[in-house]
């Protein structure tokens, strides 16, 4: 089946610019989880979603970053006022359930460069 | 605060040689613990899990791990390497129970020389 889709898979845009990044999970995947992988470091945990609802928000590094999951399928990363620091590559990844134990698959990313 | 160490930056292999990649974590308990692999142009994929029971773990494409909760450590290990086995290595611990974020090591990128 489909996997993990995320959209665009790059994204070039200027410093101080709005920027929004999707995220298609696999279908009946219910937790939704938002990564950011800077060069040479291991994904950092952003947000994750259970439902519609953000479960677990703690990695946001400020108030320019918010996540919306409105249906409980498709979510949207957002980022106001891009600064250059915010260039990564941010992963998007899904699990069946609300366990631990649910295997999260991993989207291949956008890459965002902020210029 | 759980954390992943991956003490080995670079790593290159004959094809054919025996592999070990080198995982320590910090947790408060017992994790879960994961081995993700991230090929040019690939998303992560799962290469194998721990949770609990037998401490040598089975994955994909001829590798597995081994849990030592005396070194806290999770390495990841193949017999044999073959050349399509190039790629960054990801260890993880995630906490049990309810779903929630994993921790990522800085990963290890492997080489494999013919």
């Known amino acids: 089946g489909a996997g993990v889709s995320q959209t665009p898979s790059n994204k070039v845009t200027e410093k101080g610019k709005y920027v929004e990044l999707r995220c298609d999970p696999i279908s009946g995947h219910t937790a939704l989880y938002w990564y950011r992988q800077s060069l040479g470091q291991g994904p950092e945990f952003l947000i994750y979603f259970q439902g519609t609802g953000a479960a677990d928000d703690s990695g946001l590094p400020n108030d320019r970053f918010f996540a919306v999951r409105p249906e409980g399928s498709v979510s949207t990363l957002k980022i106001q006022r891009t600064e250059r620091g915010d260039s990564a590559v941010y992963l998007c990844?899904?699990?069946?359930?609300?366990?631990?134990?649910?295997?999260?698959?991993f989207g291949p990313g956008t890459r965002l460069t902020v210029l | 605060a759980q954390s992943v160490t991956q003490p080995d930056i670079h790593i290159t292999v004959s094809e054919g040689a025996s592999l070990e990649l080198r995982c320590n974590y910090s947790y408060g308990a017992t994790p879960y613990l994961f081995w993700y692999v991230q090929s040019p142009g690939q998303g992560l994929q799962l290469l194998l899990k721990?949770?609990?029971?037998?401490?040598l773990v089975q994955g994909i494409k001829g590798f597995e791990a081994e849990f030592k909760r005396s070194q806290s450590s999770f390495n990841l290990r193949k017999p044999s390497v073959h050349w399509s086995d190039a790629a960054e290595y990801f260890c993880a611990v995630g906490p049990t129970g309810t779903a929630s974020k994993l921790t990522f090591g800085t990963g290890t990128r492997l080489q494999v020389t013919l």
């Open positions: 990844a899904s699990s069946r359930g609300g366990w631990s134990t649910d295997t999260q698959y």
């Open positions: 721990y949770f609990s029971g037998d401490t």
